[in-house]
């Protein structure tokens, strides 16, 4: 987290600073609310497109920053910063356009909006040709703010099923690609000689570049490789179904707690999901899939042996390499998966760290308890196993009790975020650094 935030409020102050000092008469005052108004819209503008070209360019997964950003789930949760900064950068942008004839309508101001001069005789043919375009620049911008504004909340709140989620979503690139036009034409003409609008002129490139390559379907991440279901077995009392897959294709390998993107269905999409599987070479892969939503709980009776999946990956940073002399794992519910997958990595090959592994469910029936403890044992891997309520939650002060070595182990976790965020939270309290805390944010919307 620590690295995406930094990234985050970097590119904020660095876009400020360089606007600053390309626009330098900021610094020395306005003489009046509209002129304090027209360079906020400039300012807004710029670090509106600024937050939302990135956000473009992170949507093409982009495989050169998922390590420098700390793994793909690190990248979406920036995108949704980044979506949620654009669309309160943009909300602002769009009051202070509408402000004086709102303050006018109440008598605050005269007049309504500032009345635009006629375009200066300039031998620029370009400035001349932004001038001319200004309306039509203004009026398309104000119909893709509401379009990407509407958008962007029904992506930040959940309003509606992933499927319709997607298909609402692609309209977004287009809604970008008018916002750049809008931009282009009425940022300062001036600023294009600065080095923000060198910046902004790069990253408004790479952002239309990507909504293309958006609108036509196609990203920049892993590899795409095709496979055929081998195997199905759902535990109905666990409403976790397991699915074995066979790849057709050169898979180049994954490492455990790595995670796929995988497309059952086209018209649904794909959805990520982790491999519980070591890789072999042999080109068999394996997915536990749990029951949480509408579509993950249609799969045990829609997906059959011999159906066409495709798979895109591997992605995530969740591969338990760390620099720390043991490691401590948990778990809770289907968060398991990785560390199943870690567990057969281990089997094939043993480490060398002491590993402590607390595994938390409501559902853990004598099958299951008795394949993990396997799984352990052969892994050379000390199990806890907790079943809710029997045996009660799992907290710092017991994880503390039962490792006392814990200060000298990187914590590995995945399961319920607010589980997570509660145990790391009194760990950190304990002196634990927040750097060998390491949770994967598995949400990608």
């Not at 769009?94 to 004839?101: G, H, I, M, Y």
């Not at 081998?230 to 179904?241: F, G, I, M, R, T």
């Not at 897959?245 to 999901?273: C, I, K, M, S």
């Amino acid at each position: 987290m620590r690295k995406i935030t930094w990234f985050f409020w970097g590119v904020l102050a660095l876009v400020s600073l360089l606007w600053l000092g390309s626009n330098p008469a900021v610094l020395a005052g306005q003489p009046n609310f509209i002129a304090w108004r027209n360079v906020l819209i400039q300012y807004s503008g710029v670090l509106g497109m600024t937050v939302m070209s990135i956000a473009m360019l992170l949507a093409m997964r982009p495989t050169s920053l998922e390590g420098r950003l700390g793994g793909l789930d690190k990248m979406y949760r920036l995108h949704k910063w980044l979506g949620t900064a654009g669309l309160s950068l943009s909300l602002s942008h769009w009051v202070l356009t509408q402000s004086p004839k709102w303050l006018s309508a109440l008598g605050l101001i005269a007049g309504g909006r500032p009345r635009r001069g006629s375009p200066p005789q300039l031998g620029d043919g370009v400035q001349q040709l932004f001038m001319q375009l200004r309306h039509t620049a203004e009026s398309m911008g104000e119909w893709a703010f509401y379009v990407a504004a509407a958008l962007m909340l029904v992506a930040l709140v959940k309003l509606v099923p992933y499927r319709r989620f997607r298909q609402l979503h692609r309209l977004l690139p287009l809604a970008y690609l008018v916002l750049v036009f809008h931009s282009v034409v009425l940022l300062q003409f001036g600023n294009w000689a600065t080095p923000i609008g060198g910046v902004l002129a790069l990253l408004m490139v790479g952002g239309s570049v990507s909504a293309v390559l958006s609108l036509m379907r196609r990203h920049r991440g892993q590899p795409r490789v095709a496979a055929q279901i081998s195997a199905l077995d759902y535990q109905p009392e666990l409403k976790v179904l397991a699915v074995d897959l066979q790849l057709d294709q050169a898979w180049a390998g994954h490492q455990a707690g790595q995670f796929a993107f995988v497309t059952f269905n086209a018209r649904e999409g794909a959805h990520p999901f982790t491999l519980a599987s070591a890789w072999q070479g042999d080109g068999h892969a394996r997915l536990l899939i749990k029951a949480l939503g509408d579509y993950t709980a249609t799969l045990p009776h829609t997906l059959h042996v011999g159906d066409r999946v495709q798979l895109e990956g591997p992605y995530g940073r969740f591969t338990f390499q760390d620099g720390k002399r043991r490691q401590i794992w948990i778990s809770g519910g289907i968060g398991v998966t990785p560390f199943v997958a870690r567990m057969q990595a281990l089997a094939a090959e043993p480490g060398k760290k002491p590993v402590d592994f607390f595994h938390a469910s409501s559902n853990l029936d004598i099958e299951t308890m008795n394949q993990l403890a396997a799984d352990a044992r052969a892994a050379g891997v000390e199990l806890h196993l907790l079943r809710q309520p029997h045996d009660g939650r799992l907290d710092a002060e017991r994880l503390a009790s039962a490792v006392p070595q814990w200060r000298d182990a990187d914590i590995w976790f995945c399961g319920p975020a607010a589980f997570g965020r509660q145990l790391r939270d009194k760990l950190l309290a304990l002196g634990l650094p927040a750097s060998r805390f390491h949770q994967e944010l598995f949400q990608m919307r």
